[in-house]
């Protein structure tokens, strides 16, 4: 049987799409949206019409017919705790992303876009690994100030289908094994996979700094900036996500443009750049404590993951407590697809949303 999966990715500047029969990718495209044309739209929500039109110009171009599709897989957004996994999208959902959600993020029209284009051709819309894939356990939840418990936001996606990949090459089950995954992109979020569960996270405003991301900070120099009256709640957001991190110290959010920096002899690029590696390398070790230091393996990925300069300095830091694979950059479009083809060949099950139970459909 084969199964045609249109798979859509919004991220903050482009919508990716592709479309697979089965395993197979037909048609891969990355949407861009000048800053310009971004800036006419107070929120993200508002760029559901155009992003949309986006999407099915591109299909028709490739004279994908809409009759032949299977299923559509959006990124699932900033939703209130999920489940990891595929999730039908339904009404709830959708109010709760365009009303309502956790934080204002692109991915969160990815379920908005599948389900108004699955609407009219009678198919299932799903979203897969939530970026709010939540599977922590009780005692990690606790922040150490009671009534703020900890949030799981993470790049549960691409951590996950790594990690999937990861024990399939080894010729072992996902469930089998305890893996450390660093994504490491724009954001840099850190997972401790046991047995098949994401039981905790190092996010990214709790540990390493990231090309735009503050991560921790220490709270009380952060809450005498907050109050000083110099900064609006808007302004102090981006200090810590968008201008924070690497950009915050050199201006740049491309770490290749920090290693040409460092080429050149600049001590205080070449000091940053020790700093995320040295901090990525403390997030390891942070993680490594939560399944005792039984770690099979540690896995580097995402765009960064590219620069062995990087994956080098957090290797001979982390070694010792397992080994290190590297798995550089990331493929989140097939990562939907195959999670959604794995729910068609019912190797899967997609759960239901609902605001206050997760059931299994
Ligand atoms: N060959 C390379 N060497 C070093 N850094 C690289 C290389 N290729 C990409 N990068 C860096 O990877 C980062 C972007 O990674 P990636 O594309 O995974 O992030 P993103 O998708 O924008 O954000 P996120 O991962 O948070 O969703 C940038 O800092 C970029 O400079
Ligand atoms: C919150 C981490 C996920 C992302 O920024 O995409």
Do not use: W
């Not at 859509?8 to 197979?24: L, Q």
């Not at 310009?36 to 992003?51: A, G, P």
């Not at 171009?61 to 957004?77: P, T």
């Amino acid at each position: 049987m084969i199964y045609r999966i249109l798979a859509i990715n919004p991220g903050s500047t482009s919508t990716k799409i592709a479309v697979y029969d089965n395993e197979k990718q037909l048609l891969v495209k990355s949407i861009e949206h000048k800053v310009k044309e971004l800036e006419k739209y107070d929120t993200v929500q508002e760029q559901f019409e155009m992003r949309k039109e986006g999407v099915l110009k591109v299909l028709k171009e490739n004279d994908i017919e809409l009759d032949s599709l299977s299923a559509i897989v959006g990124r699932g957004g900033l939703l209130p705790p999920v489940k990891s996994g595929a999730y039908l999208v339904n009404d709830e959902m959708i109010e709760r992303l365009i009303n309502r959600p956790v934080l204002e993020h692109a991915s969160n029209l990815g379920a908005i876009i599948s389900y108004e284009i699955s609407k009219n051709l009678g198919i299932n819309a799903y979203i897969y690994d939530s970026v709010s894939v939540d599977e922590l356990t009780d005692v990690a939840r606790l922040s150490g100030v009671n009534g703020m418990d900890r949030e799981c936001l993470s790049h549960a996606l691409n951590s996950r289908a790594m990690a999937i990949k990861y024990a399939k090459d080894n010729n072992k089950r996902y469930d089998e094994l305890n893996l450390i995954v660093a994504h490491l992109g724009g954001g840099i979020t850190l997972s401790i996979h046991e047995n098949g569960k994401m039981v905790d996270i190092v996010s990214d405003d709790e540990g390493p700094f990231s090309p735009d991301r503050s991560g921790k900070v220490p709270c009380k120099k952060l809450i005498d900036r907050c109050f000083s009256g110099n900064y609006t709640h808007k302004e102090m957001l981006k200090i810590i996500r968008g201008n924070g991190g690497i950009y915050s110290y050199l201006g740049t959010v491309d770490v290749r443009e920090v290693e040409k920096m460092i080429n050149e002899g600049n001590k205080n690029a070449k000091l940053v750049h020790e700093a995320m590696t040295y901090q990525i390398a403390k997030g390891i070790g942070e993680l490594a404590t939560v399944v005792l230091g039984k770690v099979d393996a540690i896995i580097l990925t995402g765009g960064i993951a590219y620069s062995s300069l990087i994956t080098e300095n957090i290797r001979k830091r982390v070694e010792f407590i397992s080994d290190v694979c590297v798995m550089p950059g990331e493929n989140e479009l097939e990562a939907l697809s195959k999670g959604i083809l794995r729910v068609l060949n019912k190797e899967e099950e997609a759960s239901v949303y609902r605001e206050s139970i997760l059931t299994k459909s």
